[in-house]
């Protein structure tokens, strides 16, 4: 009865056990990482950094024999080198190479790394050039267009002044059927007619302006740049500055 009554009090709620022992493999796990953190050795580059370190930090004693040669000659500890005091102080510090890249590995970095800029620099000095070029084609394209569009008005200014001559002298058919303003609305003409005409005006702008002009000069001795009629080709080479509009510029 008594071995009974103590089975029916002993704690027996399902997974306790199991609980129990996961905390304690956590603590156990716990503690062994801080062991194995407090009983970690240092590396041999570790604790070669730290005494170069502390060797560096440190002043030079009396041991050192370069600083007791110092001594001997009057030098004292903090004091600049040379006769006037115009030395160093401090020594020359050491530049330790940590590294496991060979020699002139550092110079190579430098050199590859000034003709990656200077690459660099060129693309930009060739990519401002090309755009400077752009930039000269569009105004000559421009200028071109608008001496082009100046030539045209010209032109039609010359056709209007011949046709209005030409009619003046009662010529009623112009010497090229370009020499007069044609009417915006024509009838249709044969095939061959509009052939000989295509042949007969095959001249680019500036070409009819100067035939054109030539004309006006020498049947009605008029100067479109003047906007004068002469007298005679005598008055006309005599008093108009000349047969282009440069030269009347």
Excluded at 88 to 106: A, C, D, R, W, Y
Excluded at 111 to 133: P, V
Excluded at 175 to 183: A, L, N, S
Excluded at 238 to 246: F, I, K, L, Q, V
Aim: charged content about 40%; hydrophobic content about 30%; proline content about 3%.
């Amino acid at each position: 009865y008594l071995l009974e009554l103590l089975i029916l009090r002993e704690d027996v709620r399902p997974g306790l056990p199991m609980v129990r022992r996961m905390k304690e493999a956590i603590q156990k796990e716990e503690k062994q990482k801080e062991a194995n953190e407090k009983n970690k050795q240092k590396s041999i580059k570790e604790e070669e950094k730290e005494r170069r370190e502390l060797v560096l930090k440190s002043a030079l004693g009396n041991e050192n024999r370069g600083f007791a040669l110092l001594q001997k000659m009057g030098y004292k500890s903090g004091q600049a080198l040379g006769k006037s005091g115009e030395g160093i102080v401090e020594p020359i510090p050491l530049n330790i190479k940590t590294g496991v890249s060979g020699l002139g590995h550092e110079e190579f970095k430098k050199r590859k790394a000034e003709e990656k800029l200077e690459n660099y620099r060129q693309k930009l000095h060739m990519k401002k050039k090309a755009n400077e070029q752009a930039a000269d084609q569009f105004r000559i394209r421009f200028k071109n267009k608008q001496e082009e569009r100046k030539m045209e008005g010209d032109l039609r200014k010359s056709q209007r002044a011949c046709q209005q001559l030409d009619m003046q002298k009662d010529i009623d058919v112009p010497k090229e059927i370009w020499f007069w303003i044609e009417p915006e609305e024509e009838e249709k003409k044969d095939e061959e007619e509009k052939e000989d005409e295509c042949t007969s005006s095959d001249f680019s702008v500036s070409e009819k302006l100067q035939i054109l002009t030539a004309y006006l000069r020498e049947e009605h001795f008029y100067c479109i740049w003047c906007g004068i009629t002469y007298e005679d080709s005598e008055d006309l080479s005599s008093n108009c500055p000349g047969d282009s509009a440069a030269d009347h510029e």
